[in-house]
């Protein structure tokens, strides 16, 4: 079966950091995708991993370790723009599978 | 510059009414994909196409049906429109199956309630 999990809500407060995990089981794996979704919009593409370790882009950064099938995002020097749902998604056989989303708060 | 749209962006119908939803891009990508997004299930994938002529069914792909008569264009038809498919629907496009290629682009979602 698929299944991918990350928490439903974080709350965090600007200026702060943040680390948004997401654990997958998945009959193929072919890479980890993460999305940033504002209300109301579409997602947009974050970060891309396929190889273990971490990759850095501006104050955030995605980690992978297909071994535990694990990764997280983080984003640093928090913003009140970065509240928005955060989407976990891997792919398997040229698609994505999606987890629910993780809706951030960012809080003054 | 190149993008993806859907219309119409909100739609009200009734139970038992076909329904299409358009979706067209101009990025010249091969792969078009449907999504249904609802409170607790995130994005779950209806129908794919990897090029013209090809459809393939998602996890969610009873009463809905694609067609891909050309590049350009995948559009979504309810073939008779229920409450359970009260939804934000996103179209979306890759250019290819893999790597960073399978990056999808997505468009600016339909919100479509069936009463």
């Known amino acids: 079966g698929q299944n991918i999990d990350q928490p439903t809500e974080m709350t965090a407060t600007e200026g702060a950091i943040v680390q948004i995990n997401c654990t997958y089981q998945t009959s193929g794996f072919n890479g980890l995708f993460w999305y940033q979704q504002h209300a109301g919009e579409a997602p947009t593409f974050l970060s891309y991993n396929v190889l273990d370790g971490l990759e850095e882009k501006g104050r955030f950064s995605s980690f992978l370790s297909r071994s535990k099938g694990y990764s997280y995002l983080l984003l640093k020097e928090l913003q009140m723009k970065d509240s928005a749902s955060y989407l976990c998604?891997?792919?398997?056989?040229?698609?994505?599978?999606f987890g629910q989303g993780t809706t951030l708060q960012v809080k003054p | 510059d190149a993008e993806i749209t859907q219309s119409p962006r909100h739609k009200i119908t009734e139970t038992g009414r076909q329904v299409t939803l358009a979706c067209h891009q101009t990025?010249?990508?091969?792969?078009m994909f449907w999504y249904r997004q609802d409170l607790g299930h995130g994005l779950r994938l209806i129908h794919y196409?990897?090029?013209?002529?090809?459809?393939n069914k998602g996890e969610v792909s009873d009463g809905y049906s694609v067609s891909r008569s050309n590049t350009e264009d995948l559009p979504l038809t309810l073939e008779s429109a229920a409450s359970s498919q009260t939804s934000v629907y996103f179209c979306?496009?890759?250019?290819?199956?893999?790597?960073?290629?399978?990056?999808?682009?997505f468009g600016p979602g339909t919100r479509l309630t069936v009463l």
């Open positions: 979306a496009s890759s250019e290819g199956t893999s790597g960073r290629m399978d990056e999808q682009f």
């Open positions: 196409s990897y090029g013209v002529q090809d459809t």
């Open positions: 990025w010249n990508h091969n792969n």
């Open positions: 998604a891997v792919k398997d056989t040229g698609k994505l599978i």
